[in-house]
């Protein structure tokens, strides 16, 4: 029936126009809108992170060579052993790599990164020990901003608050050797991020599980705490 028929009709000049009008407003107005603090706290992360590593491997660079030369030594870094660590970091046959009671999975974490970038790169031992530790530093400076945001500080204050944690003590004597400090320490922030997190949202007990198993694997004694 004629009358029941209906033909297609093309979209004019201004139809289209208002289309895309719409697609680049939602592009470059609304959509910057909606993901502009996902951005910010992105780009702050980012930069953080990279500031720590930079500062480990400015650090780690003026350390001497001296201080990794006798794997039985202690207190010559203020009452650490970056001899032992280096060795349990990149050695297999160190016998430093056995099971150890206060230091459980620290081995297992790290020594498969730093033969990676032994093997990828084709870097000495020291120079790898090096790169994981300043990859450690910029993860614990990641996860101290990312506690300071979800308990309830603004991004500049957490900014401020990770800078500070960057430039003090901990940062400048244990990011630059190879030690368990700041990997233990980013495993307790874990920890403090997922209890901040459980204010906000339902978190199921596997969550609480592996991290309690994180605070466990780097030093037993974190955990008690």
Not at 31 to 57: P, Q, Y
Not at 170 to 189: H, K
Request: proline share 3%.
């Amino acid at each position: 029936d004629d009358c029941h028929a209906t033909e297609a009709v093309p979209p004019t000049e201004s139809g289209i126009r208002a289309r895309l009008g719409r697609a680049l407003r939602y592009a470059f107005v609304t959509l910057v809108d909606e993901i502009a603090f996902w951005m910010t706290l992105g780009f702050l992360l980012t930069a953080l992170a990279a500031g720590a590593f930079i500062a480990s491997v400015t650090t780690s660079s003026r350390v001497g060579a001296v201080l990794y030369e006798d794997r039985h030594s202690k207190n010559l870094w203020f009452d650490s052993d970056p001899a032992r660590v280096l060795l349990q970091m990149s050695d297999r046959e160190s016998g430093f790599q056995r099971f150890s009671g206060t230091h459980p999975l620290f081995a297992a974490l790290t020594y498969p990164a730093v033969m990676a970038l032994r093997r990828s790169f084709g870097i000495d031992r020291l120079r790898a020990v090096r790169l994981v530790s300043a990859g450690i530093a910029a993860l614990w400076a990641g996860t101290l901003f990312l506690v300071l945001v979800l308990i309830g500080c603004r991004r500049f204050d957490s900014t401020l608050f990770t800078l500070l944690g960057i430039a003090s003590a901990t940062s400048v004597f244990w990011a630059g050797v190879p030690e368990t400090y700041l990997l233990g320490s980013t495993t307790m922030l874990w920890a403090v991020a997922l209890i901040a997190w459980a204010q906000r949202r339902d978190v199921g007990p596997g969550w609480f599980t592996l991290v309690n198993a994180a605070t466990l694997s780097v030093t037993v004694t974190n955990w008690m705490a």
